[in-house]
């Protein structure tokens, strides 16, 4: 019989909808989601998405996003191994 505790069940449903850092990223430099939205090129509405993990960006975006915020892509990631998420 296969058991799973809903503490497990909390952690993957967090893991499921925090896939990317941008907010944390963009909160650390207090850079405004106006702000990236015009640097890439895209609408405050898209930007919005990424940071609410909504949807999440391109790996192009990935890439485009972090050199704007000066930052390694993979800092951007949410590491589901816990070194980025803090647990």
Not at 54 to 79: G, H, M
């Amino acid at each position: 019989m296969f058991l799973i505790s809903i503490y497990d069940i909390l952690d993957i449903l967090y893991d499921m909808e925090h896939m990317n850092r941008i907010k944390d990223i963009l909160d650390e430099k207090g850079i405004k989601q106006t702000w990236l939205a015009q640097k890439l090129g895209k609408s405050y509405n898209m930007i919005n998405s990424y940071v609410k993990n909504r949807r999440q960006p391109s790996i192009e975006d990935l890439y485009k996003i972090a050199k704007i915020l000066d930052v390694e892509a993979k800092d951007l990631l949410l590491d589901l191994k816990g070194e980025n998420s803090g647990k």
